[in-house]
């Protein structure tokens, strides 16, 4: 069983930066591949960013370049640091713990884009 906490989202303007966390625990945090995923009004759940237990990364197109996914094994910790915020980056974004046969999802916490 593996409980995840995001963390750091709120209101930010239009090409500002925010840095979301979500910490893990209950399992060995290392083996599993993280992701982080949003669901933007009237949308469906997308992947944003995800990171293997070796490190590969990969990301939407629609965030190459802007967004980082890195974790931290010694915090069981995955971040997303997003830089040049738009405004269709508004979404609520969750945090997930993947293996082949089992999936965790935090809660969510809202990102808004707006001036």
């Known amino acids: 069983q593996v409980q995840l906490v995001e963390s750091g989202g709120g209101l930010v303007q239009p090409g500002g930066s925010l840095r979301l966390s979500c910490a893990a625990s209950?399992?060995?945090?290392?083996?599993?591949?993280m992701g982080w995923y949003r669901r933007a009004p009237g949308k469906q759940r997308e992947l944003v960013a995800r990171?293997?237990?070796?490190?590969?990364?990969n990301y939407a197109d629609s965030v190459k370049g802007r967004f980082t996914i890195s974790r931290d094994n010694s915090k069981n910790t995955v971040y997303l640091q997003m830089n040049s915020l738009k405004p269709e980056d508004t979404a609520v974004y969750f945090c997930?713990?993947?293996?082949?046969?089992?999936?965790?999802w935090g809660q969510g916490t809202q990102v808004t884009v707006s001036s």
């Open positions: 990171i293997t237990s070796g490190g590969t990364t």
């Open positions: 209950g399992s060995i945090f290392s083996i599993y591949t």
């Open positions: 997930n713990a993947a293996l082949p046969d089992i999936v965790y």
